[in-house]
């Protein structure tokens, strides 16, 4: 069975950085593609960041464009997990991040929740400004 469970949320003042982790367990996910999408209060559930299997030992990362410059994707497959950088935050950025992973090496639209099979529980981020 697999499992996702995220860690590293928590309270932060405006301008401050967090460090998000996901760590996938009853299966190995070494080129899977690996997401972040975050639900604010009264809001839908967006995409922030994939990172992405492009070929050989090569990933490829995409951002939402709020967050470009300031959050970074990276991945330990050795770990099989997934961490999102976060810097510089901003009160916008509070809400409950998921991490998720896709069955598919290859989606259509990695920015897009559907594509991905295998969802965390949710972990908090809030930014106080």
């Known amino acids: 069975q697999v499992q996702l469970v995220e860690s590293g949320g928590g309270l932060v003042q405006a301008g401050g950085s967090l460090r998000l982790s996901c760590a996938a367990s009853g299966r190995t996910f070494s080129r899977n593609p690996m997401g972040w999408f975050r639900q604010a209060p009264a809001k839908e559930r967006e995409f922030v960041a994939a990172?992405?299997?492009?070929?050989?030992?090569?990933?490829?990362?995409m951002y939402t464009n709020s967050v470009k410059g300031r959050f970074t994707i990276s991945r330990d497959n050795a770990k099989n997990t997934v961490y999102l950088q976060m810097n510089s935050l901003k009160p916008e950025d509070t809400a409950v991040y998921y991490c998720?992973?896709?069955?598919?090496?290859?989606?259509?639209?990695?920015?897009?929740?559907?594509?991905?099979?295998?969802w965390g529980q949710g972990t908090q981020v809030t930014v106080s400004s």
């Open positions: 998720a992973v896709a069955n598919s090496l290859k989606l259509r639209s990695p920015m897009t929740e559907v594509e991905y099979d295998y």
């Open positions: 990172i992405i299997w492009t070929g050989g030992v090569t990933f490829e990362a």
